[in-house]
């Protein structure tokens, strides 16, 4: 299943010895539609197995308990499947050592409504932010299994800014031709020219004229099945028939049907392309 960008209910726990604490919190929460209580706690051996076993998005802790105290709570997680934690404690000096854990917040008992407020916006803040976190995981995972490009280059290539590869995207141009519109699927194309804004398309034994630049083509095409050779140039690898040396460093591109194109000494690492 695609994980969702936008976190829908937050499943939560409430850890706390005192009773009071515990209705008083629940109550409060109850008017949250995105919170759902899915277990109460009142010691810190309780809270670690109900976590383990409800795996909720989200626990309110507290810091001082009988036995084993919030922050050993904590550490008794795998932290693969940490929840967001808001600490809420009566003592103000746990604050440097929660945030130390990664808490969203830490609220001081007694609780105001302000705070409250606060701190639910930081957990919806922090649990969209996750989710969009896990979509784009899901995403680079899935493009990679499509592209069978690895994970990394994918990574490398989002933290850069360039576009990702997108399994669904167009494989045709519309190409404007007088007062009609010619689709032009990407696999018939033979190979493209530019001269300034206009490109000439060759494809199926047709040329077709589109406005626009090669690098703004070149970015839409599929760069698996295409090459640029010159700076004025693309061609389709599976088109390519001969290599033929020129002088300089340049080669000359045989394609299906005979047509000759040239290979320019600045793109001459797309050799290997037609050398596999």
Same mark, same amino acid.
């Given at each position: 299943?695609?994980?969702?960008?936008? @976190?829908? *209910?937050?499943?939560?726990?409430?850890?706390?010895?005192?009773?009071?604490?515990?209705?008083?919190?629940?109550?409060?929460?109850?008017?949250?539609?995105?919170? !759902?209580?899915?277990?109460?706690?009142?010691?810190?051996?309780?809270?670690?197995?109900?976590?383990?076993?409800?795996?909720?998005?989200?626990? $309110?802790?507290?810091?001082?308990?009988?036995?084993?105290?919030?922050?050993?709570?904590?550490?008794?997680? @795998?932290?693969?499947?940490?929840?967001?934690?808001?600490?809420?404690?009566?003592?103000?000096? +746990?604050?440097?050592?929660? $945030?130390?854990?990664?808490? *969203?917040?830490?609220?001081?008992?007694?609780? !105001?409504?302000?705070?409250?407020?606060?701190?639910?916006?930081?957990?919806?803040?922090?649990?969209?932010?996750?989710?969009?976190? =896990?979509?784009?995981?899901?995403?680079?995972?899935?493009?990679?299994?499509?592209?069978?490009? /690895?994970?990394?280059?994918?990574?490398?290539?989002?933290?850069?800014?360039?576009?990702? /590869?997108?399994?669904?995207?167009?494989?045709?141009?519309?190409?404007?031709?007088?007062?009609?519109?010619?689709?032009?699927?990407?696999?018939?194309?033979?190979?493209?020219?530019?001269?300034?804004?206009?490109?000439?398309?060759?494809?199926?034994?047709?040329?077709?004229?589109?406005?626009?630049?090669?690098? !703004?083509?070149?970015?839409?095409?599929?760069?698996?099945? $295409?090459?640029?050779?010159? =700076?004025?140039?693309?061609?389709?690898?599976?088109?390519?028939?001969?290599?033929?040396?020129?002088?300089?460093?340049?080669?000359?591109?045989?394609?299906?049907?005979?047509?000759?194109?040239?290979?320019?000494?600045? +793109? =001459?690492?797309?050799?290997?392309? $037609?050398?596999?």
């Amino acid at each position: 299943m695609e994980p969702s960008a936008e @976190p829908s *209910v937050l499943r939560t726990v409430i850890v706390d010895d005192e009773p009071l604490a515990r209705r008083g919190l629940r109550l409060r929460l109850a008017g949250e539609s995105d919170i !759902e209580i899915v277990g109460e706690c009142s010691n810190g051996d309780e809270a670690v197995r109900v976590i383990a076993a409800e795996r909720p998005d989200l626990v $309110f802790l507290d810091v001082q308990m009988p036995g084993t105290d919030g922050f050993g709570v904590l550490r008794r997680l @795998p932290l693969s499947s940490l929840p967001m934690v808001v600490f809420v404690t009566a003592y103000d000096h +746990y604050a440097i050592s929660a $945030f130390e854990t990664n808490a *969203v917040d830490y609220l001081l008992k007694p609780v !105001e409504e302000a705070r409250l407020r606060q701190a639910l916006f930081r957990i919806r803040e922090t649990a969209r932010a996750r989710a969009a976190a =896990r979509q784009r995981d899901h995403l680079l995972n899935l493009l990679g299994t499509v592209t069978g490009q /690895p994970e990394l280059t994918l990574e490398q290539a989002l933290a850069d800014g360039a576009a990702l /590869p997108d399994p669904r995207r167009p494989v045709r141009l519309a190409i404007r031709d007088g007062g009609r519109t010619v689709l032009v699927e990407e696999s018939d194309i033979d190979w493209i020219d530019a001269a300034g804004d206009y490109m000439c398309i060759h494809a199926g034994g047709a040329t077709h004229i589109l406005r626009g630049t090669l690098r !703004e083509l070149e970015a839409k095409l599929d760069g698996n099945r $295409f090459a640029r050779i010159h =700076r004025s140039t693309i061609v389709n690898v599976d088109r390519v028939r001969e290599l033929r040396p020129h002088i300089n460093g340049e080669y000359f591109l045989t394609l299906d049907g005979g047509h000759e194109v040239k290979l320019s000494r600045s +793109y =001459r690492e797309q050799l290997k392309r $037609f050398r596999t």
